[in-house]
């Protein structure tokens, strides 16, 4: 069993900047991808940023330039760096892990930009 635990968000003015951090525990070794989703009231789950074992990143087009996805493997965490941030980025961001082919999920945690 893979535990998903983030930290981070809160409320930010439009501009401002918020840092979201994961961490991944249990019986594991080493987990294929980790990275985030969000979900906005009323919208599908989208998919954000993942980064590999190997340190390879992934964006979605509306973020890209803006966030950035970091990984440390000793310790199974990874972190997303949010700056400039826009009104549409307000969303509960989840974080998951990919390990042996099964997704484990977070909680999640809101982040809401508004002035």
């Known amino acids: 069993q893979v535990q998903v635990v983030e930290s981070g968000g809160g409320l930010v003015q439009p501009g401002g900047s918020l840092r979201l951090s994961c961490a991944a525990s249990g019986s594991i070794a080493s987990i294929n991808y980790m990275g985030w989703y969000r979900q906005a009231p009323e919208k599908e789950r989208e998919f954000v940023a993942r980064?590999?074992?190997?340190?390879?990143?992934d964006y979605v087009d509306s973020v890209k330039g803006r966030f950035t996805i970091s990984r440390d493997n000793a310790k199974n965490t990874i972190s997303l760096q949010m700056n400039s941030l826009k009104p549409e980025d307000t969303a509960v961001y989840l974080c998951?892990?990919?390990?042996?082919?099964?997704?484990?999920w977070g909680q999640g945690t809101q982040v809401t930009v508004s002035s």
């Open positions: 980064v590999t074992l190997s340190g390879s990143t």
């Open positions: 998951y892990a990919l390990y042996r082919s099964n997704i484990y």
